[in-house]
């Protein structure tokens, strides 16, 4: 079956680090992957997302691309801010497109002035 | 266009009781989704909607759970004798067939706590 799996957390990074979320996946044929935050005391909110391989997402300073070859979907940003404090998590829906979305665990970022 | 809201936002309630939630979806998105939170894991699926179509229902929708959309618009929750292994943040997604790749908007969700 389908499934993501996340680097678990928390990770605690100081203002202006690189950031790396590792995301991978498993699934048939090619799924579109996305990444939501969760902000505290929030909902979620879609932050980025690739629809086909070598796509590459792009939002607020944070990239992932979809690698086919490596099943992977890893979050980045070059330069974290204490705003980017927040739960992340990867997901995935089926290649047949608009059907329920497959989560990661999540990933708890910390930032610190 | 004010998003996906839930009702209500927390919910309190003794084991056996039953509870429903309500969610309202983007208005021109025809596909609604259920899924639960529980603490430290990312949401799981449990039911989607499209227009008032049940098309999917996930193992871990028990036969105390049925969700409804009577004219595919909102949508109900409910949940019968509640357990305690049913405290949970549920959370409703809508989304439009015409957004490339599946984007689903979140609501707030409903916080269960089953004492």
Known sequence: GNSVTQMEGPVTLSEEAFLTINCTYTATGYPSLFWYVQYPGEGLQLLLKATKADDKGSNKGFEATYRKETTSFHLEKGSVQVSDSAVYFCALSRASGNTPLVFGKGTRLSVIA | ?115
């Open chain 2, 1 to 115: 266009d004010t998003g996906v809201s839930q009702d209500p936002r927390h919910k309190i309630t003794k084991r056996g009781q039953n509870v429903t939630f309500r969610c309202d979806p983007i208005s021109e998105h025809n596909r609604l989704y259920w899924y639960r939170q529980t603490l430290g894991q990312g949401p799981e699926f449990l039911t989607y909607f499209q227009n008032e179509a049940q098309l999917e229902k996930s193992r871990l929708l028990s036969d105390r759970f049925s969700a409804e959309r009577p004219k595919g618009s909102f949508s109900t929750l409910e949940i019968q004798r509640t357990e305690q292994g049913d405290s949970a943040m549920y959370l409703c997604a809508s989304s439009w067939p015409g957004l490339a790749g599946n984007e689903q908007y979140f609501g707030p969700g409903t916080r269960l706590t089953v004492t």
